[in-house]
Each structure stands twice: as C-alpha cells, then as structure tokens.
C-alpha cells in the first residue's frame, strides 16, 4: 500500500514538489495515450539529420505553429536547432521500416534512402503522409527535453494513393496499431540515441 501524499498547509491538497510518478511509471501511464509517428529532418552542413518523434503537435492557425519536443541528450535535435529549419515528415501505417531506421541510434539513418532536398532546404522522406516544412521560432527549457515552436513555411499532403485514403502509423502501448495486442513491442529504452518515445 502506498503512503499517504504529503500535504501542503496552505491548500491541504498533495504537495507537487513531495509527490511525482517514477519515470518508468510515467512513461507506462503516457503509453495509453495513442499517438501519430513522425521523422523530424533538417540539412546541417548539407547533411541530412533527423530523429523519430511522436511529440508532434499544431499550435496556432494565425500564424501557423507547430511543436515537437526533443531530449537534450539526443545527438540530432542540436543538429537540427542550428540548421534552423526543418521538416516533420508524418508516417503512414506501412511504414514501421522507415520509423525503426530513424529510431535507432545504430547505424547511418539516411543510408540507401531515396531522399530529396525540398524547395523549402529540408529532407522530405519517401511516401509520407504530410510533411510540414517550419523553421525554428523558438525554443523552451521543459525538464530533461526542449519544447520546439516552428513556424510553418509549408505543408505537403499525401494522404491519397490510388484513390484511398491511406491511414497514419499508430503508437499505443509501446506497440505499432490500436488493434495489434500481439505485434511486437519497441525496444525499450527505443533509440537511445535519440531518445525516440519522447522526442
């Protein structure tokens, strides 16, 4: 049985700063909660970069704004910061090969890609569902990861192929798809290169 939380004088309510979930138990907790996966990419020094990432997010239509957020111990996202644009490439269902290339800290991710510059100076990946190309605008200290704004430049939209519908790649209790109870669950701790899982 758990102790009882510490309680503040002034509210009675638990004290936030005596109370918090384990990592390991939050990071379990955070794994009913189904997300989209993206790839996020940017040039730096002419070499293509990126990290997979389901911390994805819109945050303003006027202007447009979007978020991700990226682990301070990655070795992309500084890359990334200092190229000062990039591409969040959203991934289709089909595309777990593509997911598990960029979410590995093993081996050259972008080795026999077929990839291409954008007009926008960013890496857009093969057959995505959307890429949004952004530029860096600006950037919050958030614990052990950096909360990133970019301002969207453009949006690039695949979601048709041979007049259907094509469905996003699902991440749900560390497994690909909502209706997979046995597909194979990612490493865990995934891409600890980059931290994928957590941006």
Do not use: Y
Request: hydrophobic residues 40%; aromatic residues 10%.
């Amino acid at each position: 049985m758990s102790a009882e939380p510490a309680l503040t004088a002034a509210t009675g309510l638990p004290d936030p700063d005596a109370v918090a979930p384990e990592p390991a138990e939050f990071r379990k907790a955070m794994a009913e909660f189904a997300t989209g996966v993206t790839v996020v990419t940017a040039l730096d020094g002419g070499e293509p970069v990126g990290f997979a990432c389901q911390s994805f997010t819109s945050v303003s239509l006027e202007p447009p704004l979007i978020l991700f957020c990226a682990d301070k111990r990655g070795r992309s996202w500084p890359r990334i910061r200092a190229a000062g644009r990039f591409c969040v490439n959203v991934l289709g269902e089909e595309q777990r090969e593509l997911c598990e290339r960029f979410g590995s800290s093993r081996g050259a991710k972008f080795e026999g890609l077929e990839w291409e510059v954008s007009q926008w100076g960013t890496p857009a990946l093969p057959d995505v569902l959307l890429g949004v190309h952004a530029v860096v605008h600006d950037v919050h200290e958030a614990g052990d990861h950096e909360i990133v704004i970019g301002r969207v430049l453009a949006v690039e939209r695949h979601v048709v192929r041979d007049g259907a519908w094509r469905h996003p790649m699902v991440f749900f209790r560390s497994r690909f798809g909502i209706n997979e109870p046995d597909a194979p669950m990612a490493p865990d701790p995934w891409g600890m290169g980059d931290r994928w899982g957590w941006g």
